[in-house]
């Protein structure tokens, strides 16, 4: 209680992220009552969360929303597995990048509506295949023993598990291509000029290595403030006044060293 007191000034600050994750309670029933992946590695919530941990490391404040809240006050979203698409979803995420946004989604996206029906004309549905430039033809569910690879146009490379969609590409840039198997050579990752902002299509679960490179991307061109942070410290901040106050957490058992700019 009195270190509490010495702190009094944050009273009344405010965290304002300006990066929103979509979670969204509907779609993870419909995931789990969906029978057309494999029942033990869907990990819906997993996903999400290590997703928001990805987006932890580079120190930036990210607001956990569902998807349809309003987008008005974010630079980047980010949409893993958003299965279900409700009434307006599809509508709002296109406003979002056409206004500036970076939007970022994976395989698994819009395949069914509230009412669980499939979307007809391609997946995404809702107007999304306009918005990411591809049409999910074929999603895969991999083994254990399974392997595969994306290649990216920089020339790193990203491990594939458990979950990859072939893509039709329709006016989208190819980021990344799969390297193996009889998809090797096909659209893995891609993004889509739409308006003023970009959507990018992850079609394949990649490893954190990966996907903390995509979502720099999008935080960079987003014009997102980064930071490097040891692994396991989280740094937030809060505001009110012109003042800002910035916390640094330190997860880990052991002590860490933080350099702020």
């Given at each position: 209680?009195?270190?509490?007191?010495?702190?009094?000034?944050?009273?009344?600050?405010?965290?304002?992220s300006?990066?929103?994750?979509?979670?969204?309670?509907?779609?993870?029933?419909?995931?789990?009552?969906?029978?057309?992946?494999?029942?033990?590695?869907?990990?819906?919530?997993k996903?999400c969360?290590?997703?928001?941990?990805?987006?932890?490391?580079?120190?930036?404040?990210v607001?956990?929303?569902?998807?349809d809240?309003?987008?008005?006050?974010y630079?980047v979203?980010?949409?893993?597995?958003?299965?279900?698409?409700?009434?307006?979803?599809g509508?709002?995420?296109?406003?979002?990048?056409?206004?500036?946004?970076?939007?970022l989604a994976t395989?698994?996206?819009?395949?069914?509506?509230?009412?669980?029906?499939?979307?007809l004309?391609g997946?995404?549905?809702d107007?999304l295949?306009?918005?990411?430039?591809v049409?999910?033809?074929?999603?895969?569910s991999l083994?254990?023993?399974?392997?595969?690879?994306?290649?990216?146009?920089?020339?790193?490379v990203?491990e594939?598990?458990?979950?990859?969609e072939?893509?039709?590409v329709?006016?989208?840039?190819?980021?990344?291509?799969?390297?193996?198997?009889?998809?090797?050579?096909?659209?893995?990752?891609?993004s889509?000029?739409?308006?003023k902002?970009?959507?990018?299509?992850v079609?394949?679960?990649?490893?954190?290595?990966?996907?903390?490179?995509?979502?720099?991307?999008c935080?960079?061109?987003a014009?997102?403030?980064?930071?490097e942070?040891?692994?396991g410290?989280?740094?937030?901040?809060?505001?009110?006044?012109?003042?800002?106050?910035?916390?640094?957490?330190?997860?880990?058992?052991?002590i860490?060293?933080?350099?702020d700019?």
């Amino acid at each position: 209680g009195a270190d509490l007191e010495k702190l009094s000034d944050i009273r009344g600050t405010l965290v304002k992220s300006k990066v929103a994750l979509l979670f969204d309670w509907d779609n993870m029933w419909a995931i789990d009552a969906m029978r057309g992946m494999s029942q033990e590695t869907k990990e819906y919530p997993k996903t999400c969360i290590q997703m928001y941990k990805n987006l932890l490391r580079f120190g930036v404040d990210v607001d956990i929303i569902p998807s349809d809240d309003p987008l008005d006050d974010y630079e980047v979203v980010v949409a893993p597995m958003l299965y279900m698409i409700r009434p307006g979803v599809g509508e709002s995420l296109k406003r979002f990048v056409e206004r500036g946004g970076q939007l970022l989604a994976t395989y698994l996206t819009g395949y069914v509506d509230e009412n669980q029906l499939n979307f007809l004309g391609g997946f995404p549905g809702d107007g999304l295949t306009e918005l990411f430039g591809v049409v999910s033809e074929e999603l895969d569910s991999l083994y254990p023993t399974d392997h595969n690879q994306v290649r990216f146009t920089d020339g790193t490379v990203g491990e594939v598990r458990e979950y990859a969609e072939m893509l039709r590409v329709n006016g989208a840039e190819v980021l990344g291509t799969y390297t193996e198997d009889y998809y090797g050579g096909m659209p893995a990752v891609t993004s889509k000029t739409y308006g003023k902002g970009r959507a990018c299509y992850v079609a394949a679960r990649l490893d954190d290595a990966a996907m903390q490179r995509l979502l720099e991307e999008c935080l960079k061109a987003a014009g997102v403030t980064t930071y490097e942070l040891p692994c396991g410290v989280e740094r937030h901040t809060r505001e009110a006044d012109g003042k800002q106050y910035v916390f640094y957490l330190n997860c880990t058992d052991e002590i860490q060293q933080v350099k702020d700019v």
